[in-house]
């Protein structure tokens, strides 16, 4: 990349630019000259055609990825200047230029050159009811800096109308039959491409996704074909899928108009939990080598993602990150867990080991801790740890954090869930947002009420899957001794024992169907006992 795209300075417009009078250049940068975006007003552009065009910083573009609806206004603020707008306190902030700060009380001696813009020093809240220079401040206006825009007023339109037709700069040619059609703007529409989007990926046992046709210009048919869903198959362009088998799904859209055609084919897009089956969380990721050995599901929702670390844990050797730092900045990781049945498991509490650093003091990553009752119900806030808590060490750490012992690990006691919250098809997410911070670790999550496995002893946990099974299980732990494992039938006949070795299966399909208790015990003593359905 270029590095003039780090400072947004005027230079930037260097690297390239499409002649002003017949385009709108819009640069979006790391930076914006330390603004949020600039932009020259006609008369300046006319004397310096090289610097038209709108600087603006990436993060207030648009309201997804790195931007947030309440950025996203940065923008319409930069083309009223770019049709000679003033701020609402007069001038401008251009790099090279002398401009009016905002707030400054004697800004009330200045005006923007519109007659139904009231006088004012010039706002960054949202405070309606503020009359800085006599009269009631028009706050809510797009050239305020108080992001809570609602409009222009009449004698804006008017002053910006007045650019568009006045040759200055050649904003009066943009708009003209000849210009929009050397620029394809009123050439007639073709096919171009196949697209689609998607409400969500991962679903309960019979929930609807939502899908709507993107695909552009000039549709004149389309065919889906949703595997494993119902409907199989549509010409609408939006339709509501229902999937009522575990399983993971494509999704194959064709398009055209008729004499241009495309197709788009998102393998493994659905996943589709099964129903319910586990009754508690313990999971130390000991075992794992992928999440699919785990009780959750990372979702990437505009992040890099939940990984598996097989070298740190919390007393233990492996644990769950997020890979991050300090250059990411508006990410979000989710984990979600599988679902569980809660429906008999009164006073559950949520409990798992942390170890996070700062990079900065003012670091503003935090982590959330959800649940819900069932997949179509809102997720409900349990937990929210900010920068301060979620820190695990003293100070600040510049490089990548990696914890080097068991010091720098939290451990945390969610029981705030209530028994009403306990149901048949329990779900639990755990979101870390990252806004210029660093790695975060997650180890030992358990979530039951301890009376339910028997025992849970010198804070060791194990997890039993897949359960039920018809061949094959896993255990992990998170026991740092040797553990042995102890079948027994239902009357009680041991059947086999043995030591457990990391990732290596413990065969059961020589048994017949039926429920089965496996014991584990460590050089300590017992550790639990957890009922097995062999099917």
Not at 71 to 95: A, C, D, F, K, R
Not at 169 to 189: F, H, K, M, Q, Y
Not at 377 to 384: D, E, L, V
Request: glycine residues 8%; negative net charge.
């Amino acid at each position: 990349f270029d590095t003039r795209s780090i400072a947004g300075m005027h230079d930037v417009k260097d690297v390239i630019h499409w002649d002003p009078t017949k385009y709108l250049n819009i640069y979006i940068c790391k930076g914006a000259a330390g603004l949020a975006g600039h932009a020259i007003v006609p008369s300046a552009a006319d004397t310096i055609p090289q610097w038209d065009g709108i600087v603006i910083v990436h993060s207030s573009v648009g309201s997804i990825g790195t931007g947030s609806p309440t950025t996203s206004v940065v923008l319409t603020h930069e083309i009223g200047h770019y049709l000679n707008l003033q701020h609402m306190w007069g001038g401008n902030n251009v790099p090279g230029y002398p401009y009016l700060p905002v707030a400054d009380a004697g800004n009330c001696s200045y005006d923007d050159g519109v007659t139904d813009t009231p006088n004012t020093i010039g706002w960054q809240t949202c405070n309606t009811a503020s009359q800085s220079c006599g009269s009631l401040d028009n706050i809510q206006n797009f050239m305020e800096y108080a992001y809570c825009p609602a409009m222009f007023t009449l004698g804006q339109k008017l002053r910006m109308h007045a650019a568009l037709n006045a040759p200055i700069a050649g904003r009066n040619n943009l708009w003209t039959a000849t210009n929009l059609i050397e620029t394809g703007v009123n050439n007639p529409s073709a096919f171009c491409k196949t697209d689609f989007n998607i409400s969500k990926t991962y679903v309960c046992l019979g929930e609807s996704v939502n899908f709507a046709d993107l695909s552009y210009d000039s549709v004149t048919y389309r065919n889906w074909v949703f595997e494993g869903g119902t409907p199989n198959t549509s010409t609408d362009s939006a339709v509501s899928v229902s999937y009522n088998t575990p399983g993971t799904y494509s999704v194959k859209l064709y398009s055209g108009n008729g004499s241009s055609n495309d197709s788009l084919i998102k393998e493994e897009l659905i996943t589709v939990y099964p129903s319910a089956t586990a009754n508690s969380i313990i999971d130390g990721f000991e075992a794992a080598t992928s999440f699919e050995q785990s009780q959750f599901t990372p979702i990437l929702v505009n992040g890099i993602g939940w990984e598996i670390n097989q070298n740190l844990g919390k007393n233990s050797s492996q644990c769950i990150f997020v890979d991050h730092n300090t250059t990411f900045n508006g990410l979000k990781n989710e984990l979600i867990s599988e679902p569980l049945d809660m429906s008999s498991i009164p006073n559950a509490t949520l409990s798992f080991d942390y170890a996070y650093a700062k990079t900065v003091n003012n670091s503003q990553d935090k982590m959330t801790v959800k649940i819900r009752g069932n997949c179509n119900s809102g997720w409900i806030t349990k937990k929210t740890l900010s920068p301060n808590t979620l820190n695990t060490v003293n100070g600040v750490v510049t490089g990548d954090f990696f914890p080097s012992n068991s010091s720098e690990w939290k451990h945390i006691d969610i029981s705030n869930i209530t028994n009403a919250n306990l149901t048949g098809n329990f779900q639990i997410k755990i979101t870390f947002e990252s806004k210029n911070g660093n790695n975060v670790f997650i180890d030992n999550v358990n979530f039951l009420n301890p009376a339910q496995l028997g025992l849970l002893q010198n804070d060791v946990s194990f997890r039993i899957y897949p359960n039920p099974t018809n061949s094959n299980i896993y255990i992990t732990t998170n026991s740092e001794s040797t553990v042995t494992y102890t079948i027994y039938n239902t009357i009680g006949k041991l059947l086999t024992t043995g030591n457990l070795v990391k990732n290596t299966p413990i065969e059961m399909a020589q048994y017949p169907a039926g429920i089965y208790l496996i014991e584990l015990k460590s050089a300590n003593g017992l550790i639990g006992r957890e009922k097995v359905i062999k099917q």
